[in-house]
């Protein structure tokens, strides 16, 4: 496909690396100089400096021969001013805008075909919606949760005195085969591989598990780890994806939650929204809050301000005077993606990857309802449904080539979650969860599509 991306930003540019992995002829408009030419010197493809809303750069990029057009720009007005432009003037089967103003958004506000576009997406909202995933399932450990099936996907870190160190990922299956799971990849020091039965997990691993909600609790036990049911938690920042996470929650759940923010006005604007929500003004920095509220209570607390430093320190604090589970919201840098796995905090949730997600999830086709990337993009995770025209029907799992660049982690049938074998066959309906490398991408869509 031909794909013409408006925004180098930190979203338009993980849109194109993705893309870029999977073989697609991508095109960058960029029209800071400095963003531009950083980069061209990073992704392999076209990179234009100009203004996405000059009919002669659009000219220039190609956008008359592209499938899709994406505005990722930091502006809501130049994204849906382009893709106005691109829908009036160029014959795009699909435009895609990035839209974060809740005057747009809020009660029924913009839909798909407005202003010629296709699909929005909203980066706040699609990370809300991984939050409330998390909460929803009650554990923070790096959990991915799936449109079609209840399956859980984890990001486990294996330190020195696990179980599963120094053991073979046959064996582990093997002494814990009534857990209904599957290893998917590893990440080793930022190297990361699908796993056969002969890999040796070692410390510092950071492996992938898939399986059902009870099996994960039996995995998570039998490591250390016990889920606790939440009864209050405090979201610390009123922040457009505080926003959203809260319009998600029931009254009942909004009613077990603080929220803190130092903005008086922000204050007032969610306790009238939010009538069951304990609004508190104040500075998160201020030791007397914690003191006062008695935060090391609590048994989550929501990191969800506009600041990723503020958020990954408060949440490494709150853990250190007694606070249960922590999240910190990433938004602006995700080079702290790397060093929070090391951090004494249980879920890091990255706005950018949230927006890559939906965006790939749109490009990819009806068939496909779920797609993650995991492991700063090396790994992705994806759900789709077997439609009856496909070529995989009838056989067994064993029989499909995937090279070792992928594996079929787990399939739903009529409602029932299966970990498969090499003897489990496919049918037609079958929502099945595929992990691959990166680079094998457009391989694996070729095979399963």
Known sequence: MKIVILGAGIRGFQIAKHLISEHNDVVLIEPNPEQASFASSKLDCI??????????????????????????????????????????????PSKIACIRNLTYLDLKGLSGNVLGIDYIVNPEAEAARTIYGIVEKGDFNEVITFEKSDLLFHNILISEDSRFVYKHVRTIRRYMHRYNFLITSVNRKSRVFIPSGDTEILPDDIISVVSEEKGMDKIFRSLGHVKKKMKKGVIIGGSKT????????????????????????VCKRFASQYPELLVIKSDVTDEVLYEDEDIGSYDIILNLTDNDELNIITAIYAKRIGV??????????????????????????????STVSSVLRYIRG??????????????????????????????????ISLKGR????????????????????????DVVVV??????VAFIQKIFS
């Open 47 to 92: 990179v234009i400096n100009g203004s996405g809303n000059s009919v002669d750069t659009l000219k220039e990029a190609g956008v008359a021969d592209a499938d899709f057009f994406i505005a990722m720009t930091d502006s809501d007005e130049v994204n849906m001013v382009a893709c106005g432009i691109v829908s009036s003037e160029f014959d795009v």
């Open 435 to 440: 992990t691959a490398e990166r680079a094998s």
């Open 406 to 429: 992928a594996l079929i982690a787990a399939l739903t049938r009529d409602g029932r979650n299966i970990i498969p074998s090499g003897e489990t066959g496919i049918n037609a309906g």
């Open 324 to 353: 249960d589970r922590a999240l910190a919201l990433i938004k602006n840098n995700n080079n702290y993606l790397r060093l929070t796995p090391h951090l004494d905090i249980d879920s890091v949730v990255a706005v950018s990857r």
């Open 366 to 399: 009806e068939n496909y309802s779920t797609v993650q990337t995991i492991f700063d993009g090396k790994v992705e995770i994806c759900e789709f449904t077997i439609q009856e025209d496909s070529s995989l029907i009838g056989k067994k799992i064993r029989d």
């Open 242 to 265: 505080a926003w959203f996470l809260l319009k998600n929650f029931s009254p009942v759940t909004r009613s077990r939650f603080t929220l803190v923010d130092m903005d008086s006005e």
